[in-house]
Each structure stands twice: as structure tokens, then as C-alpha cells.
């Protein structure tokens, strides 16, 4: 649509940021307020966390807030300044006299250096669009999951203040209408250019009991030996206004990615709020080798990207999986980077930079080794060529921080090992319930992959409960024990529900082909090769109660029995069978709390 005559012609008050309530957040108490970003700093030791509109905006901001936090404290040279700054309450103190200082730059409104908008952006021909592009709760084509049905028609100044921000996070890619001057229109279009930098990390941060915590233990000093901070790294709004095309640079840092400026923002108002919006792209930013600068997200080498570029290593971002919990993805948050590259020339997996940050601060004992934090990982998935996002992954895992120390990495192994355990034993019952499917004839696909999500769903939370206390519990070898009976239990009796609700035409079986042959098979004899399975991921039974879980474990027949369990690729130790090396010790040791729970009687859908 044209843009009305008048349109912003009459005189609109500033909203400005500083002092205006715009940020929601949760309060220790549990009842969400509204605050501006001098509250914010003001009352974090009271804030529980910020929260948004999407998971995804509560991410954007808390970079948003770091980026002032860092630049306010000028940088945090070193760990022993950091000391200070957790033992200090009024650690923030000083973010007034700056947003003082830089109260201009944070005017929503203003006329000629709006917040991280560009003054007077427009399109050739002098058109408007409605919200939705950048309102991520309502996107373009079918909306979901939104009360704004079926757009979104105006704003206030709050909403598209937080929205403003989001956008240049994680804005989709697509064709864009291009602006007036930007030099890469091609027939009034500018052609996908990819999503804001925040849509192409798998966002990770540490979460603390309060937002003060949050914020301190995601304040990455500058001599971070992970990470490399230019000298000269500042935020968008110490930076010249943006123009209307990108700028092709270097990213200096985190204050820097932190508020990148990937798109091309104006608002248009009266003075009741947002009406419409002109957007286009802003400065490109490739991802590949940001490792040392981008500490929010984990990072795996790309052999396809090595290949092409001709040099190694090459990283890029690990995104999440909306499908994967972050219980099962564990080892790239906690795996060493020193120890994973003493085992290749460069390591596979980086685990964040701000858990690397943090693994200094329990080494140098700084923070108690179990002193408890949340690894929140959120993130945007999106579909069709990245025009639109499909889904948004917003997860947690409560873990003790000796689990990212860098000298004892006992508790760290058992931990991943753990998560193995978990992995390979719930595919054993995805391989009981397809051959259940095929001993009854039917197509094994669709019954293997609803046993897949029952297991990790039953395992899921008792994973994140013995986690919790395995720092406190004791011998992590004994942990690692009891988790491995805890797995064999909750499996097994899936597993034989499994068996008994399979029917009479997989009772009777028939002949069935496969890789090995021809051979008959019936549920009797599923159930039996699932317990070999178990058996070989989890060990051999050790007291009464293994026992009976394990059936007829160990019985001939099994086609899976020359197959490779996986555990050759492990990175710790941990108990073997019996017989071998370093095997348990016979006997059934006592529950620890975690199993006791377990143990008991289960409620497994």
C-alpha cells in the first residue's frame, strides 16, 4: 500500500527506552511486570527473568541487555574483575550515568536517529507494509498459535519496541522490496540475503536464580582465551546511523553481533502507536569461523564447508533440533574443547563460549563446583527457502557447573555416557516395536518412531533429575551405575507393554526378509532379542530386580548381535560387562535418591 498524505506529520511524544516500561519480566515472586531498561538494571536482583512474546524475543533482548551491561562496564578486562562484580549488589550501578549519556540513541521515535531504525527509510515508491513482517507470532500466509487473528493492525510502542529488536535477531530471509538508495535493488527487489544473525545459531545461555545472576554469568571477560575482542567492539547505537544498504564489515565482538544490525527498520506511527513498517536488509554477516567472536551458541566443523573453501577447520553454528531435548544433545555443552582436540587435529564440537566462560570461573574456583545453573537453549527453525519460521525451540537443562570444570572431568563423562546410554537403549525399543510391526505384517516405520519419542519422553525427565544431584550424590561411577538400572527398568517395562498389547497376529508371527535372510519371526522372540540388546548397551543384569527386567537377555537369536552397540566412540569411561576390565562389582549397590524415585513405581504413558 502507498503510504497515506500526512503520515507522521503531526507531533508524536518520543517514547523513550530508558525510562519508558517496555522489557516484560517475571519477578521473584512469580507476577510479570513491565519495566523500562533503567528498571531493568535497577531491580534485576529481584527479577526472576525476562519474558516475551516468543522465546526467541526473550533471547534477543537478554542480548540486548548484555551489550549494555558490557559496554557500561567497559569492558570486563579480566576474571578478577568479574569477582567483583558478583560480590558486589550495585554491580550495575553504573548503566545509569551511561544511559544517561546515550539516552538520545535509545529514543524509539526520534526524527533523526531512531532505535535501531534507519531515519527516513523508504521504498521507491513511497510504500508501507503491515506488521506482520516483523511480528513473528503472525507470519505472512497462515498464522498460528496467535491471538492477533487473522494480522496484526497496529502496536503500541512497547510491543513494536520489542518487535523492533527481534527483528534484526532473527528476521526470516526471502525476497525483500528493496529501499531507495540501497545499491542491491534489482527491479525494485533485493534478493534473499538470509535470516537476522541470531536465526542461525542455536542460542545457549547460562540462567541463574535471578536476572543479576543471569546477566554476571554471561558477562565474558575480554581476555577469554575462547574468544577474540577487538579493542574498538561497541554496540549499534555508538556507531554511525545505518544508511539504507549493508555494510560490509567484520564483527568486532560480542557487544558488537550482540546488536547487529541485519535488517533495515522504520517504524510508522501517530501518536497511539505502530501502523506499518518499511523493512529491508541490512549489513551481511556470514557465520562460518565466528567461533571466536559468537560465545551464544555451540559449533560443529563442516567437512563440506572445509571441502569447498580449501581449509580447516571450518565451523558453523550447531542449530537445535526442535525434535531433540537438550538432555540428549549434552556432550556440546559440556565436552572440553582442549580434550576434544588432543583426540584430532581440531575438535569436532565447540561447546559455547559463555559455558567455556563459565568452566574458567568454577576451575579458578570462583563459583562453587556445585553451584547450580540453567543452560537455556533456544533458537528458530525455519522452512520454505528460510522465508518463514517453522518452530522454535525453547528448552533447559539444570546441571551442576563441576560438569564444566576443566581439570576434573569425571562427573562430564559419566554425564555424556549417561545420555548414550539413554540414546542406544531407547533404539533398542524402536527395533522391539518394528519387529513387533513386522512379526503382525504390518510397516514398522510409524510404530518404531512412536516407541522412539515414548522412551526419550519416559527417560527424559528422570535424566534431568539424577543430573541435578550428581555433583552431591557421590562416586559418579556408582551414578552411572544406577542410572544404567534405572534405563533397564523404565525401558523394560515399555518393552514388555510393548510385547503384550501387539496382538494375536504378531503372537502367531510369520516369515519375514530382511539383510540377514529369511527367517520366521513372532513377538516372543522381538521381545527376547530386545533384552540381548539392552543387555549389550546397558551391561548385564546385577541383582534380582536387572534380572527380571532383562527376560531371556542373552538368548541366541538376535540379529542385532553382531552389531556394533556404539560405544566404541564414547568419550569417558564408565563400567563394562562383567569379566572385563574394570567390570562392577557383583551385587545390587544401594539406590541413590534419584533411582530410589525410580524405582518405585513409575508412571509411564
Given amino acids: 500500500m502507498t503510504e497515506p498524505p500526512g503520515t507522521d506529520r503531526s507531533p508524536v511524544p518520543s517514547f523513550d527506552l530508558t525510562g519508558s516500561p517496555w522489557i516484560g519480566v517475571l519477578r521473584k515472586d512469580g507476577s510479570p511486570d513491565e519495566l523500562s531498561l533503567r528498571q531493568v538494571f535497577a531491580e534485576a536482583d529481584g527479577l526472576r527473568r525476562i519474558i516475551g512474546d516468543l522465546a526467541t524475543q526473550e533471547f534477543a533482548l537478554l542480548r540486548l541487555l548484555l551489550a549494555i551491561a558490557h559496554d557500561a562496564l567497559e569492558g570486563l578486562r579480566d576474571i578478577e574483575d568479574w569477582a567483583d562484580l558478583w560480590s558486589d549488589p550495585a554491580c550495575f550501578a553504573p548503566v545509569q550515568d551511561y544511559l544517561d549519556a546515550h539516552q538520545k540513541r535509545f529514543d524509539l521515535l526520534h526524527p533523526e536517529v531512531p532505535f535501531f531504525q534507519t531515519a527516513g ?242 576451575t579458578e574456583g570462583h563459583l562453587p563446583r556445585d553451584f547450580l545453573i540453567r543452560a537455556r537453549v533456544i533458537g528458530a527453525a525455519y522452512g520454505t527457502q528460510q522465508s518463514v519460521i517453522d518452530d522454535i525451540t525453547d528448552d533447559h537443562l539444570t546441571m551442576p557447573l563441576v560438569l564444566l570444570h576443566h581439570q576434573d572431568r569425571t562427573c562430564a563423562r559419566q554425564a555424556m555416557d549417561a545420555a548414550q546410554d539413554a540414546d542406544e537403549a531407547v533404539r533398542a525399543l524402536g527395533d522391539l516395536a518394528a519387529d513387533l510391526a513386522r512379526a503382525a505384517g504390518g510397516d514398522p516405520e510409524g510404530p518404531r518412531n512412536a516407541a522412539l519419542a515414548a522412551g526419550f519422553d519416559v527417560l527424559g525427565e528422570h535424566y534431568r533429575s539424577w543430573l541435578s544431584v550428581l555433583a552431591e550424590a557421590g562416586d559418579p561411577f556408582e551414578q552411572r551405575r544406577a542410572w544404567k538400572r534405572s534405563v533397564r527398568h523404565l525401558l523394560g517395562r515399555l518393552g514388555s507393554r510393548l510385547t503384550e498389547t501387539a496382538g494375536e497376529a504378531a503372537w502367531q508371527g510369520r516369515t519375514v526378509t530382511d539383510r540377514q535372510g529369511t527367517r520366521w519371526l513372532n513377538s516372543g522372540l522381538a521381545e527376547t532379542w530386545f533384552r540381548a540388546r539392552l543387555t549389550r548397551v546397558l551391561g548385564a543384569p546385577e541383582g534380582p530386580e536387572d534380572a527380571e527386567d532383562a527376560g531371556n537377555a542373552g538368548a541366541p537369536g538376535d540379529p542385532g548381535g553382531n552389531r556394533d552397540s556404539g560405544t566404541g566412540g564414547r568419550l569417558g569411561g564408565g563400567p563394562h560387562l562383567p569379566g572385563q576390565a574394570g567390570g562392577p562389582e557383583p551385587g545390587r549397590p544401594a539406590l541413590v535418591p534419584s533411582e530410589a524415585a525410580v524405582m518405585t513405581d513409575p508412571e509411564i504413558p
Fill in 121 to 362: 527509510l523508504r521504498t521507491a515508491k513511497g510504500e508501507v507494509f503491515p506488521l506482520n513482517r516483523i511480528v513473528a507470532d503472525v507470519p505472512n500466509g497462515e498464522p498460528f498459535f496467535t491471538a492477533r487473528m487473522p494480522s496484526v493492525e497496529r502496536l503500541t510502542f512497547a510491543e513494536a519496541a520489542r518487535w523492533v529488536v527481534h527483528a534484526h535477531a532473527y528476521d526470516t530471509s526471502g525476497i525483500k522490496t528493496g529501499a531507495d538508495g540501497d545499491d542491491r535493488v534489482k527491479g525494485g527487489k533485493v534478493y534473499p540475503l538470509g535470516t537476522g544473525w541470531a536465526g542461525g545459531l542455536g542460542g545457549v545461555f547460562a540462567e541463574g536464580d535471578t536476572l543479576r545472576e543471569t546477566l554476571l554469568l554471561n558477562l565474558v571477560a575480554a581476555d577469554t582465551a575462547e574468544l577474540e575482542i577487538s579493542a574498538d567492539d561497541r554496540p549499534a547505537w555508538r556507531r554511525d546511523p545505518c544508511g539504507p544498504g549493508g555494510a560490509e564489515r567484520s564483527a568486532t565482538g560480542p557487544r558488537d553481533l550482540y546488536t547487529w544490525q541485519s535488517r533495515r527498520l522504520r517504524l510508522h506511527h501517530d501518536a497511539d502507536g505502530v501502523h506499518a513498517v518499511v523493512l529491508g536488509y541490512g549489513d551481511p554477516l556470514a557465520a562460518r569461523n565466528m567461533h571466536r567472536r559468537e560465545p551464544m551458541t555451540a559449533w560443529r566443523r563442516s567437512a563440506a564447508q572445509e571441502k569447498k573453501l580449501r581449509q580447516s577447520p571450518v565451523y558453523l553454528p550447531r542449530e537445535h533440533n526442535p525434535a531433540r531435548s537438550a538432555w540428549r544433545g549434552i556432550a556440546s555443552l559440556v565436552a572440553d574443547r582442549t580434550e576434544a582436540a588432543q583426540r584430532a587435529d581440531a575438535a569436532g564440537n565447540l561447546r559455547p563460549g559463555v559455558l567455556e566462560w563459565i568452566a574458567g570461573l568454577v
